[in-house]
């Protein structure tokens, strides 16, 4: 999964300057080998009751259309 990882950290990095405008950030944690990215809110993002709503509409959403290996963005 490591290729998989190389692929999904440019577009972490292309994310975050968005979340960096309302106070938060978004770590990369893991690639799971079923194509499940595990990732971590911060700042601001991680008490936000939009949280789940960013993850999945926004975040998701990019990484899948980007690189289709990704089935799912998990927050830890």
């Not at 993002?45 to 998990?74: D, F, H, N, W």
């Amino acid at each position: 999964m490591a290729d998989i990882k190389e692929k999904v950290e440019p577009i972490i990095e292309k994310i975050r300057p968005m979340l960096q405008a309302d106070g938060g950030d978004i770590e990369l944690v893991d690639v799971e080998d079923d194509g499940t990215v595990k990732v971590r809110l911060v700042g601001a993002c991680a008490g936000c009751a939009m949280s789940q709503y960013t993850l999945k509409v926004g975040v998701e959403r990019i990484l899948i259309k980007e690189v289709p290996e990704v089935k799912c963005v998990e927050a830890v």
